[in-house]
Structure formats: C-alpha cells, structure tokens
C-alpha cells in the first residue's frame, strides 16, 4: 500500500517548524499589544478624529 509510511523523524525540521511557530506567537502577542497600545489614537488621526463615521 503506497503512502503509509511512517516518515523517519528530521530534528532541523522539528527546529524549523519551532522557531516558525515560536516567531509566529511572538508576532501575534506583540501585534496585539502595540495596537492595545496606540490602535485608537492611530485610527483618530488617519480618520481626522471625526467620530460621525
């Protein structure tokens, strides 16, 4: 039966995916904090501040 091999484990590939999922989390969480951060201030002022939209 063609395609139910058990691929052999590849540790850089491990490492890989890690540091891309690690990379991944970082952005998420940091990303969410800068726009806690200045997220409204920043849509003020490209808006104008105008609150009528």
């Known amino acids: 039966m063609a395609g139910l091999e058990v691929p052999s484990w590849d540790p850089q590939a491990a490492l890989v995916i ?3 999922l690690f990379e991944a989390i970082v952005l ?3 990303y969410g904090g800068l ?3 200045v997220g409204s ?3 003020d002022t490209v808006t104008g501040g105008d609150d009528a939209a």
């Open 18 to 20: 890690g540091v891309v």
């Open 28 to 30: 998420y969480v940091g």
């Open 35 to 37: 726009e806690r951060l």
């Open 41 to 43: 201030r920043l849509i």
